[in-house]
């Protein structure tokens, strides 16, 4: 571990040197990519840092009970007991900070919101997802653009896709995606039963044109008429977009913008990042199998977690972890959870390696 240790803080210099470099200052690419890596590295090369100076710290504590002074002496031996307990817990973080980065961890997010089985209800619960994580991004200072949203009469969202721009995004949603159930008792029902429904969560990684090129001869592209509110003229022009993947049958469409164009882009961003996951899981069937482990099976029919209102209770089913602050996490504090989470899945990747 000390040897990737010392690479990385080597690499670390390296990117420092470059990054004054100015050949690489009038190169933007190059400062960009330069940038960005030193960026990633530099957590890692602090808690070294930190980790080196504790190392030096035992030693030169550990001189101290050799010389004569006895008071002296015992209040080394105190102060090396501290430290030496701090040396684990250094080590366990940059374990963790070494296992190999996910390189769609810094990628924005495409959500996907679909309610499941429970008719009024379970679109009720996907607008309550929806709200969820759009009060997240937003302590994150991330943004949050519609794509396309199929909406009930009484506030449910039957389907939603979004756009999530931010820094280290995908990061942090990637064990969101899978089914969510909740449990309480609906506004109508007037015997006081609890109802139990469902949402299907999908979370996927943003592909840029650079990750993925599609061959617009592959692509149907037919144009229609925008159904529900929206304002003058939506309803009435051809702006909304439904395009069509030939090869993999993948279908999406967009029709919240009142121009065709920005319809079309939407769509492609959603086409983009689908593909991408398709190519990823073709391209390496190792991590594809990591990932369902993670977010359950392909058709993410796996129940993750279960919101229930009458105990103000909420619990992941992959950790364990049950916390009783339900209207909390609504609200967008879902720090604690994906933390938990974030912990969990390292471990067991850990354990593999």
């Not at 930190?50 to 001189?63: H, N």
């Not at 002296?72 to 102060?79: D, H, Q, S, T, Y």
């Not at 299907?200 to 509110?229: H, M, N, W, Y």
Request: glycine share 6%; net charge negative.
């Amino acid at each position: 571990m000390l040897q990737k240790l010392q690479a990385l803080e080597h690499k670390y210099e390296e990117l420092n040197n470059l990054l004054s470099d100015p050949k690489v200052l009038s190169t933007p690419t190059d400062y960009q990519k330069y940038s960005r890596e030193h960026s990633e590295l530099q957590p890692i090369v602090e808690k070294i840092r930190e980790y080196k100076k504790l190392i030096v710290d035992i030693e030169s504590t550990e001189e101290l009970l050799s010389g004569n002074d006895a008071e002296m002496r015992e209040l080394a031996k105190a102060e090396l007991e501290e430290l030496k307990k701090k040396a684990p817990v250094f080590e366990e973080e940059l374990k963790f900070m070494l296992l190999p980065v996910d390189p769609r961890d810094a990628k924005s997010v495409i959500l996907e919101i679909r309610a499941g089985t429970g008719g009024d209800e379970a679109a009720l619960f996907g607008a309550n997802l929806f709200r969820m994580y759009t009060k997240y991004a937003e302590s994150k200072r991330w943004k949050v653009e519609i794509i396309s949203m199929n909406g009930t009469g009484i506030g449910g969202i039957k389907e939603v896709v979004a756009s999530i721009a931010g820094k280290g995004a995908y990061s942090r949603l990637k064990y969101e995606s899978g089914v969510h159930r909740v449990q309480r008792v609906p506004s109508t029902e007037a015997s006081g039963r609890i109802h139990t429904s469902a949402a299907t969560v999908a979370v996927l990684p943003e592909a840029e044109e650079v990750d993925i090129k599609i061959d617009q001869k592959d692509l149907r592209i037919d144009t229609f008429c925008s159904s529900g509110a929206g304002g003058q003229s939506v309803n009435t022009t051809y702006s909304a977009v439904r395009i069509v993947h030939i090869p993999t049958n993948t279908v999406v469409q967009c029709q919240d913008e009142r121009s065709q164009t920005k319809n079309r882009d939407k769509a492609m961003k959603v086409l983009r990042s689908r593909l991408y996951e398709i190519q990823l899981e073709e391209k390496d069937k190792e991590r594809a199998q990591e990932r369902k482990s993670q977010v359950g099976s392909g058709d993410r029919s796996e129940r993750i977690r279960t919101y229930n209102f009458p105990q103000n209770r909420i619990t992941d089913h992959r950790t364990g972890l049950t916390l009783h602050k339900l209207e909390q996490v609504l609200e967008g504090n879902l720090d604690e959870m994906i933390d938990n989470l974030t912990t969990h899945f390292n471990s067991e990747r850990l354990k593999d390696l």
